[in-house]
Each structure stands twice: as structure tokens, then as C-alpha cells.
């Protein structure tokens, strides 16, 4: 027992200080680094639009020029609780998916732009909630390797939709 208690105790003291430099340090200049990068995918999307890479009637665009401000403005507390956790009302549900199908019909440079954010938001949850990547890092490992698989395809597009639903249209997260 007292083994035990020594190397709960040892565990301890040296995961305050890996925990406390974690959330001190790395997490700030990763989640910076995470928000330049949308600043970047933001400021790419305007200059493809004023350079005339995209119509200006294109409808994808202001949905995904919001969804990135949005995820700006979230960026530093989004997790994988909150962009999960909360169930989505039919009315925003429908309202994703019309603009999801929007945005995936859509020419590449959109949907190039969309998957650049999604990408980004997936990795400040990620460095938001590391115990969270740990406890599903191996259902993450499985989808991964089995993605050929349409339950897996459907199960992560379902996934994406609720994140955006939570991030972009519910009015409680903002």
C-alpha cells in the first residue's frame, strides 16, 4: 500500500508541472498559432474574392466567411465537450445541412478554405481538451484506418455537423 501511494504521490508531483507548463505555454502559443492560421484562411478567402477567384454571387462565401469569424472569436474555449455535448434543434439541424451541401457544392477554392477551418477548429478542441484526445485517441486511430467504411464516413460527416451547428448557428454558444 505504501508502494502504491508512493508512485500516486510521485505521479503527482511530476504531472502538476507537466499540466501547469501544458496549459501556461504550449497550449497559449499553439492556440495563437492555430488563430493566425484562420486569420490567414480568412484574409486568402477576401483576396480570392477581390482578385476575382470566386464570383461574388458565389452563397458559400459569407457562410464561410462567418463560420470562420466565429470560430476566431470561439477559438480559445471550444473543446470537445462543447461541440459535442449539446444536442442540435431540428430547425438548426436542417439550417447545417443546407449549408453544408451549400458549401460542398461549391467549386474547390471554398471547399478547400471550409476544410482548412474545420481542420483548425478540430485542433484547437483538440488542444483544448487533451484528456478528451486521450481517452478517444484509439476510437480516432480506428476511424482513421477504417474511413473506407460508410458508417464511419457518415458517422464523421454527422460529427462535422454538430461542431458546426454548435460553433456557427446556436445561438447559446455565442
Avoid at 464570383?55 to 470562420?68: H, N, R, T, V
Avoid at 459535442?84 to 447545417?96: I, N
Avoid at 478542441?125 to 487533451?130: D, G, K
Avoid at 486521450?134 to 464516413?153: E, H, R
Wanted: net charge positive; aromatic share 12%.
Amino acid at each position: 500500500m505504501k508502494t502504491l501511494l508512493f508512485w500516486c504521490l510521485i505521479t503527482l508531483l511530476a504531472g502538476v508541472p507537466v499540466y501547469l507548463l501544458y496549459w501556461a505555454l504550449f497550449r497559449a502559443v499553439l492556440i495563437q498559432r492555430l488563430k493566425y492560421r484562420l486569420f490567414q484562411v480568412r484574409d486568402d478567402l477576401r483576396l480570392l474574392l477581390i482578385s476575382g477567384g470566386i464570383s461574388e454571387k458565389e452563397k458559400a462565401y459569407p457562410l464561410i466567411e462567418k463560420f470562420c469569424n466565429k470560430a476566431i472569436l470561439r477559438i480559445e474555449e471550444v473543446d470537445f465537450a462543447n461541440l459535442f455535448s449539446s444536442k442540435l434543434d431540428k430547425q438548426t439541424a436542417l439550417e447545417v445541412e443546407r449549408n453544408l451541401e451549400m458549401i460542398f457544392n461549391s467549386g474547390a477554392e471554398i471547399r478547400r478554405h471550409f476544410h482548412q477551418i474545420v481542420f483548425v477548429v478540430f485542433g484547437a478542441a483538440a488542444a483544448n481538451s487533451p484528456g478528451a484526445l486521450v481517452l478517444i485517441s484509439p476510437l480516432v486511430i480506428f476511424s482513421v484506418t477504417a474511413l473506407w467504411f460508410n458508417k464511419v464516413k457518415l458517422w464523421l460527416f454527422g460529427l462535422i455537423k454538430k461542431g458546426m451547428g454548435n460553433i456557427f448557428l446556436n445561438p447559446a454558444g455565442c
